[in-house]
């Protein structure tokens, strides 16, 4: 690191990517600020330094001793190991100091040997107690998925039968009272349920009754009359559950009906045609309820407005992945089971394909990944 990069970063203070510490005595503390960026999106720990940002130094016999501790607890003390890298600056003032750089995690989550579980806030750090966020840094690490989990209270005679057996005689080619299997037995075998539960997948795909044991798990739409939400008026707002076809189908519907619709260079007696095309809402809504959180209880948000329409979805981009990423085609299943089986139901073309087919239709899309707000939002304009 050089100098000015160094003497500008302790200028600025500390943030989420820096943290300052003027000495380290106790192993575990090292390991808790270790766990905490590995946990999040790394960062670097200047040790020799005052909160606010003074130099205060290291001796020669602090450096020999912190460059053995910071490698006995990175791989002792923070589970599963990691390997930061280290290194020896000589500031202007004949200071020593010491900059950890430690990378985001690959293997989330990381813990102390208190099995306590560090997460960045801000500059400072705290403990992960919350099952929602626990599940998702093991989501994060392909631990577990959201849509494997069982939804007590929902067996096989919850199924919508009929509307099951057409879609398993299209996918296998054979009826389900031909497999000589009880229905639970079937679904267990696809994936769609466990020890006698559906799991989210086979609620959201095929089951009668998930709107009410997932009541969250829906699309909540308004149409507003001009360019902000108005708390007082709106031209329509609808409530979207059921199975997932049946969501897709209805939300989609309440699109076309609700952006505008213009002639273009065709004659008076042709038909309008939407100002976005249909492809775009299907890839984009496909794209929003097979890849959304579902450990995060919270629906689906469509709303309209007069030059755009705003999909949000919960959960933010999932592990490294970037706007740029996906745009360039790369994506992670966030979902695997329900993009599996949902992808022979709704119009979905592949991982990665559906966003770039969308822009390649419609070019003016953005893209908002809100980490801060664990939220993924798509705007269209028109």
């Known amino acids: ?102 990378p985001v995690g690959l293997c989330k989550p990381y813990s102390d040997n208190q099995g306590i579980i560090w997460v960045k806030s801000g500059a400072d750090k705290r403990k992960v107690t919350a099952r929602e966020e626990l599940q998702r840094m093991f989501q994060e690490a392909g631990l577990v998925y959201a849509d494997e989990v069982p939804v007590n209270g929902l067996t096989a005679t919850d199924i919508d039968l009929k509307y099951f057996s057409t879609f398993f005689e299209k996918l296998y080619g054979e009826s389900v009272d031909a497999q000589q299997k009880t229905l639970l037995h079937i679904l267990e075998n696809m994936n769609l349920a466990k020890d006698g539960f559906l799991n989210v997948a086979g609620a959201l795909l095929f089951s009668r009754n998930v709107k009410y044991k997932l009541p969250l798990f829906i699309v909540k739409a308004v149409h507003y009359p001009g360019t902000d939400i108005d708390t007082a008026r709106y031209e329509d707002s609808r409530d979207f559950s059921g199975l997932l076809e049946e969501v897709y189908t209805d939300t989609l519907s309440f699109i076309l009906s609700n952006v505008p619709y213009r002639q273009n260079d065709q004659n008076v007696n042709s038909t309008a045609v939407p100002v976005v095309a ?91 990944d809100d980490r801060a707000g664990n939220q993924f939002k798509a705007i269209v304009f028109y």
């Open 278 to 368: 249909k492809t775009v809402w299907e890839e984009l809504l496909s794209n929003a309820l097979f890849h959304r959180d579902y450990f995060v209880a919270a629906p689906v948000r469509l709303f309209m407005f007069s030059n755009r329409v705003e999909l949000v979805s919960p959960g933010h981009l999932p592990n490294n992945l970037t706007i740029e990423n996906i745009k360039a085609g790369n994506s992670v299943s966030r979902n695997p089971i329900l993009t599996s089986y949902g992808s022979k139901i709704l119009p979905y073309r592949g991982l990665g394909n559906g966003i770039r087919r969308a822009l390649k239709l419609h070019k003016k899309i953005t893209f908002v």
């Open 1 to 102: 690191m050089e100098l000015v990069e160094l003497y500008d970063i302790l200028l600025k203070g500390e943030d989420s990517k820096n943290q300052f510490k003027q000495n380290f005595t106790n192993s575990d503390s090292l390991a808790a600020e270790m766990v905490a960026f590995s946990n999040s999106d790394g960062g670097r720990i200047f040790i020799g330094v005052a909160d606010d940002g003074a130099i205060a130094g290291l001796s020669a016999e602090d450096v020999r001793r912190l460059n053995m501790m910071i490698s006995n607890v990175a791989s002792q003390h923070v589970h599963p190991a990691i390997n930061p890298m280290t290194e020896n600056i000589l500031t202007d003032e004949g200071s020593e100091i010491i900059v950890v750089a430690v």
